[in-house]
Every structure is written in C-alpha cells, then in structure tokens.
C-alpha cells in the first residue's frame, strides 16, 4: 500500500458521519432513526438521535405469550422468544414496561411478545 493510500484511508476514518446516518444496528429501537442537530449560541453543535416515541402495547401484534420463571432476565426471554437478546425492548414496548427489570420483577407474570410497531399480525 501507498503512503497516499495509506493517508486516505486514514482520512476516510477522521471523516465525521453524515448528520443523516446513525449507527444503530437493525436489532435496535433507534434503528433507521435520524439525527438532529442543537445549535447552542455558536458553539460547538451537539448532535442527537430524534426522539423515539413509544407505541401504545394494544397497537403492536401479539405473537406469543412467555410466563417469567425464576431467575430469568430480559435479554435470556428476548433470546429464547425473538431470537435475538437485544431484542428485550420489544418486551418493554410490548408490556408497558420502562426498565427491563420490570418484566421479570414477578414470577409467574405473563408476558406479551409481540412484533414491532408498524408491522400487522394475524387478524389485524
């Protein structure tokens, strides 16, 4: 490699991201989300992601119910019923839940898995 090519990979590493792009995974709440940008009295911009508003759980699709045994944790029911652990926030959203550790403060509680917002279910 090329010291110019060496320099240019290197610049195409300090480049910032485009303020339309996240780095968000597609297994992520925020994913496909944008960014905004505060402007605070010219200094220097402060970048965020866009506010996430919660759905209503009785919008979102049931696809199975879990019933919480002893010892487990958000992320192992995630795993088991979606397939992915960190997918436990559509556990959250599913069961009116803010912190994960509400879903399985109570054993035996029956739990609604569901599928995410904007995506029908059977009968709907």
Request: glycine share 8%; charged share 25%; aromatic share 6%.
């Amino acid at each position: 490699m090329t010291f110019d090519e060496q320099q240019q990979r290197l610049q195409a590493l300090i480049e910032p991201v485009p303020l339309s792009v996240t780095r968000f995974g597609p297994n992520s709440r925020y994913h496909g989300f944008g960014t905004k940008v505060l402007d605070a009295d010219g200094d220097r911009p402060v970048i965020y992601v866009k506010r996430r508003l919660v759905p209503h759980p009785e919008e979102l699709a049931t696809i199975a119910e879990h019933v919480v045994l002893d010892g487990e944790r958000p992320d192992h029911i995630a795993a088991t019923a979606l397939g992915d652990p960190e997918l436990f926030w559509r556990l959250c959203d599913a069961n009116r839940a803010i912190f994960p550790a509400e879903l399985v403060a109570e054993i035996g509680r029956r739990l609604r898995v569901a599928l995410p917002a904007g995506i029908p279910g059977v009968g709907q």
